[in-house]
């Protein structure tokens, strides 16, 4: 469901759809960043927040804004501050502090590899393994089709 604002016409107040707000998405992928990066499941940030998974969606698709209220519990759930959904948003910060600087700095960019959720799949997968050997076997057949693939 998108947020309305309501427009005037001639007799009548007539609904009209929001686009989703740039802030809104950006939050909303930064959700799904943490959450993957955590394993946790839909249903399982829900569950933590009380609210349906289909309502965690909706804020990761940035169909539905995230209250301030709801995004610290959403944090909280993720043992993630609030300003981590913040962090590489574009200026509009006044006096910008030397911190904020280097954090923005280190920020990846939309193209960074490590920003796409199969990547943090990957890796949370990788280091679940049991042992350094089955890593090493994994890295070696990984070599072996990144090699190939050249």
Not at 66 to 88: C, D, H, N
Not at 108 to 113: F, G, I, K, L
């Amino acid at each position: 469901m998108r947020p309305w604002k309501l427009q005037k016409g001639k007799n009548m107040a007539v609904k009209q759809p929001v686009s989703a707000n740039a802030i809104d998405q950006h939050i909303g992928h930064r959700m799904q960043l943490r959450r993957t990066m955590m394993g946790m499941s839909l249903k399982d940030l829900a569950r933590e927040c009380g609210v349906t998974f289909q309502q965690i969606q909706k804020y990761e698709n940035a169909d539905n804004r995230v209250a301030a209220s709801r995004l610290f519990e959403i944090g909280r759930a993720m043992q993630t501050p609030v300003s981590f959904f913040f962090i590489g948003l574009p200026g509009n910060m006044p006096d910008e502090t030397k911190a904020t600087r280097s954090m923005r700095a280190h920020q990846p960019s939309d193209d960074d590899p490590l920003t796409r959720t199969e990547s943090l799949e990957l890796i949370r997968l990788y280091w679940k393994l049991s042992s350094d050997k089955q890593r090493a076997a994994i890295m070696e057949m990984l070599k072996s089709f990144a090699s190939s693939a050249e």
